[in-house]
């Protein structure tokens, strides 16, 4: 039997649209009503995937062109809040995980501390918080966008007030004794007093400590300052690369090897890397696809420039596609990791059409490449992940896509089997919560 993974599936779109523009969406499934999350989610857990971790952004745009750029297609928008749908997951399950993003901008951490300890009780301590460090949405509350790595310090300022919060009440603290009818001893109750850089706040918390430790941390972010982040406080880092052992190996080790500076167990960090599999009846059927994708005509262009259009808070569709895109067409709002993705495989814009960089983006590989390829047999996405397990000691994967049935079984029916029978994919789970099921292997 082969070493098991870790599994989770990414809501890439967020709480949003999901099936727009798609043809499943004449399934007729409402986007804005809790059914078809909670179905999808029955669905995962049935699969044994460990969590769903929903994507948000708190911003549409900061120029009428910008937001309409990012609502037109709805690849930005619009967004609810992923925090009022977790409740809905959380009912329609008994393990699933749901990790839900935040962004320490928007949420004061005693409201944050209070709303996801509840959560927390609620879940039987199945919750995950995406702690994200996006400054795009400062205009929205008031406050004045920070640099790259300041961010990351309020983050960090954020988290451990809510730890702080969280640890308010001592061992001891709760003794709901109907004998003597005391509730809880107050002199067991610490009232913290914070005055930091980016928060201030008093204690103690108003909620019961949690009886399975705190929720779940997963952050995203691969900068130097991302992964030295995710080593001192994640239990989950997603991240990006090509699915090939080497690759694998090495950012799992940079990731580890944070958490050892940061004095932490490096079995208690997991490296989760983001796939997005298009699955086909056979090699032959794989290589057509592929073959197919290498000369997109106007129309993939088009849909290749409005994505990325919202992405990068400007629009790509109405330049020459024959001529080198100006790299001065971009805001100082742009992010700068975005901009290095549009450019992808290329040293530099200057030379090079913008037609053929969005060709680049348009076309596929095969997942047995080892060059970020996506599409392949069942049989064949097994062996890569089996090889990443056994090979590379891959943590695990997170699926990305809509949170839509159609999605999840076209992704998973014949991919489950075949996990489970090489022993890579679990069966079942393990009583404590999301963060048990992380730490059974």
Known sequence: MSKPQHFGWFLSRGFGPHGWARPYYEWNYNWQQPDLYQQSARELEQAGFDFVLIEDALSIGITPETLDLRVRKAYGGPKHDPWTLAPYLFAATKHLGVIPTANPAAYPPY?????????????????????????????????????????????????????????????????????????????????????????????????????????????????????????ANSQIQLALSNLDVDSIRAYRERVRTAAAAAGRDISDIKTFF????????????????????????????????????????????????????????????????????????????????????????????RVTDGKGGTVGTANEFADVIQALGDDADNDGLIFSGDLHPVTIHRALDELVPILRRRGILRTDFTSGGLAANLGEF
Do not use: M
């Open 111 to 231: 409201l944050a501390a209070r709303q996801f300890a509840s959560l927390q009780h609620l879940s039987s301590s199945r919750l995950g918080i995406n702690v994200v460090t996006d400054v795009g949405s400062a205009h929205h509350f008031g406050t004045d966008r920070l640099p790259h790595d300041q961010a990351y310090d309020r983050a960090q300022e954020w988290l451990d007030a809510l730890r702080l919060l969280w640890h308010s009440w001592e061992d001891g603290a709760l003794i709901a004794d109907p004998v003597t009818q005391i509730y809880a001893d107050g002199s067991k109750i610490t009232a913290p007093q914070h005055r930091g850089k980016y928060f201030s706040f008093d204690g103690p918390l108003n909620a019961e400590p949690l009886p399975n430790g705190d929720p779940v941390i997963a952050s995203p972010g691969g900068s130097p300052r991302g992964i030295d982040f995710a080593g």
């Open 274 to 365: 983001v796939i997005k599999p298009i699955i086909v009846s056979s090699a032959e059927e794989a290589d057509r696809v592929v073959e197919a994708s290498l000369h997109p005509d106007e129309g993939v262009l088009r849909e290749v420039a409005e994505a990325w259009s919202s992405d990068l808070e400007t629009d790509l569709t109405s330049l020459d596609l024959d001529r080198p895109l100006d790299t001065g067409i971009f805001g100082d709002h742009v992010s700068k990791g975005t901009i290095k993705g549009l450019l992808g495989r290329f040293d530099s814009f200057d030379e090079v059409p913008l037609r053929d960089i969005l060709t680049g983006k348009a076309r596929l590989g």
